[in-house]
């Protein structure tokens, strides 16, 4: 038997709670860049771009 992936995360968390300064400053970075599409972009294309795909579990894409 072997638990699905997100039991193991929570099992055996993989972000320290004592993070480096670089590790940090790049986790700020992508906090920052989580937000929705502005409205004026929507509305200049039409409603074609509505969401960012990057946005949808974030921290699970970062690779850390």
């Known amino acids: 038997f072997s638990p ?3 039991c193991v995360r929570l099992m055996f968390p993989t972000m320290s709670s004592h993070k480096t300064f670089r590790t ?3 986790l700020a970075k992508k906090q ?3 937000h929705p599409v ?3 972009i929507q509305m200049k294309t039409g409603n074609k771009i ?3 795909s990057k946005r949808g579990h974030w921290r699970t894409k970062l690779g850390l």
């Open 4 to 6: 699905p992936s997100w």
């Open 24 to 26: 940090k400053s790049f």
């Open 50 to 52: 509505t969401c960012s």
């Open 32 to 34: 920052k860049q989580n």
């Open 38 to 40: 502005p409205q004026w």
